[in-house]
């Protein structure tokens, strides 16, 4: 009959539309919204990995390429020795050295203080509770360059004579635990809050201190926030650049950080840029971080998503 439908939603005795593969997919996607939500996934996902990965292996092209070639998807001769000249041109490894040991240095001070307030902030009530972790948090949003007039002047002896800091592991670690601690503040706040109070009753009951009740009750409870917090507060350390250049002379014997390293690699050369030799020293730096949060990722996602909650 004329009046009959068709399973295609046409009528009988028309004829069919023609339609293109898109056309046919938003069709099908209108159908099935599933498959428009897992295309937009993958479209997603490809596109942070090309440009997540992409100076990565930009990096690995630049530094594999030999001296004077030129620069190909896939190098034809790649020189893998450049990855051992970084060490024989500069003190690489002691500016390596460096940068890790204040940036442990820096993630032990800052958990420790961020801990006890932290308990403060998450567990105790006290008048002017709220604008005093606001003005902790505005801390953060100060530029770095605003404090470095005032630092340099104190730990160069100018402010009170003798202080000198200039050099030395200090002057890059106070000013890194300043700038960093804010948010392992927010974050164990988030956590010790949730905590219930009848855990820390126990435990007080059973002769222990506050303190006490932090270190042994509170911190192990807390384990995926405090991992989260010192996991962010050690890849903000070592990846830092202002401070880590202008603390310091720039030479690894004074606690130069990786940043002196690879700033080294570029007047490595005779007349000339090794640009291969310094994206060598850069994927070498990125390897201890890298490293890191592939061990520590599981407590990064179940710190950060936890403490997003609260039940």
Same mark, same amino acid.
């Given at each position: 009959?004329?009046?009959?439908?068709?399973?295609?939603?046409?009528?009988?005795?028309?004829?069919?539309?023609?339609? +293109?593969? =898109?056309?046919?997919?938003? @069709?099908?996607?209108?159908?099935?919204?599933?498959?428009?939500?897992?295309?937009?996934?993958?479209?997603?996902?490809?596109?942070?990995?090309?440009?997540?990965?992409?100076? $990565?292996?930009?990096?690995?092209? %630049?530094?594999?390429?030999?001296?004077?070639?030129? =620069?190909?998807?896939?190098? #034809?001769?790649?020189?893998?020795?450049?990855?051992?000249?970084?060490?024989?041109?500069?003190?690489?490894?002691?500016?390596?050295?460096?940068? %890790?040991?204040?940036?442990?240095?820096?993630?032990?001070?800052?958990?420790? %203080?961020?801990?006890? #307030?932290?308990?403060? $902030?998450?567990?105790?009530?006290?008048? +002017? &509770?709220?604008?005093?972790?606001? !003005?902790?948090?505005?801390?953060?949003?100060?530029?770095?360059?605003?404090? $470095?007039?005032? =630092?340099?002047?104190?730990?160069?002896?100018?402010?009170?004579?003798?202080?000198?800091?200039?050099?030395?592991?200090?002057?890059?670690?106070?000013?890194?635990?300043?700038?960093?601690?804010?948010?392992?503040?927010?974050?164990?706040?988030?956590?010790?809050?949730?905590?219930?109070? +009848?855990?820390?009753?126990?435990?007080?009951?059973?002769?222990?201190?506050?303190?006490?009740? !932090?270190? &042994?009750?509170?911190?192990?409870?807390?384990?995926?926030?405090?991992?989260? #917090?010192?996991? !962010?507060?050690?890849?903000?350390?070592?990846?830092?650049?202002?401070?880590?250049? %202008?603390?310091?002379?720039?030479?690894?014997?004074?606690?130069?950080?990786?940043?002196?390293?690879?700033?080294? !690699?570029? &007047?490595?050369?005779?007349?000339?840029?090794?640009?291969?030799?310094? @994206?060598?020293?850069?994927?070498?730096?990125?390897?201890?971080?890298?490293?890191?949060?592939?061990?520590?990722?599981? &407590?990064?996602?179940?710190?950060?998503?936890?403490?997003?909650?609260?039940?």
């Amino acid at each position: 009959m004329n009046g009959d439908t068709r399973t295609d939603g046409g009528v009988q005795g028309e004829p069919e539309l023609k339609r +293109g593969p =898109l056309q046919r997919w938003v @069709a099908s996607s209108i159908k099935e919204p599933e498959k428009a939500y897992r295309a937009m996934f993958y479209v997603a996902t490809i596109f942070f990995l090309a440009t997540t990965l992409f100076p $990565f292996y930009f990096l690995l092209v %630049l530094a594999l390429t030999p001296e004077n070639a030129p =620069l190909a998807l896939f190098p #034809a001769a790649p020189r893998f020795e450049v990855f051992l000249d970084v060490f024989d041109r500069v003190n690489f490894l002691r500016y390596m050295f460096n940068s %890790l040991v204040l940036a442990l240095s820096t993630t032990v001070v800052v958990l420790i %203080l961020a801990s006890l #307030a932290g308990y403060v $902030f998450g567990r105790l009530q006290f008048p +002017g &509770r709220t604008p005093l972790m606001l !003005l902790v948090l505005a801390i953060s949003y100060f530029p770095p360059a605003a404090f $470095f007039v005032p =630092l340099y002047q104190l730990f160069t002896g100018n402010v009170i004579p003798g202080l000198s800091l200039y050099n030395t592991p200090g002057s890059m670690i106070l000013p890194f635990s300043s700038l960093f601690m804010p948010l392992s503040i927010f974050i164990l706040t988030t956590f010790y809050g949730q905590i219930p109070d +009848g855990l820390e009753d126990a435990a007080r009951v059973e002769g222990t201190t506050r303190l006490g009740a !932090l270190f &042994r009750v509170i911190i192990p409870l807390s384990a995926p926030g405090v991992a989260t #917090a010192g996991v !962010l507060t050690f890849i903000s350390v070592y990846n830092e650049f202002f401070f880590s250049q %202008l603390m310091n002379n720039g030479q690894p014997g004074n606690w130069a950080p990786i940043v002196g390293g690879l700033l080294s !690699l570029q &007047r490595a050369g005779q007349f000339q840029v090794t640009y291969g030799v310094m @994206a060598a020293g850069s994927i070498i730096a990125v390897v201890p971080v890298a490293i890191l949060v592939v061990v520590a990722q599981e &407590r990064i996602v179940s710190g950060l998503t936890a403490g997003a909650l609260k039940e």
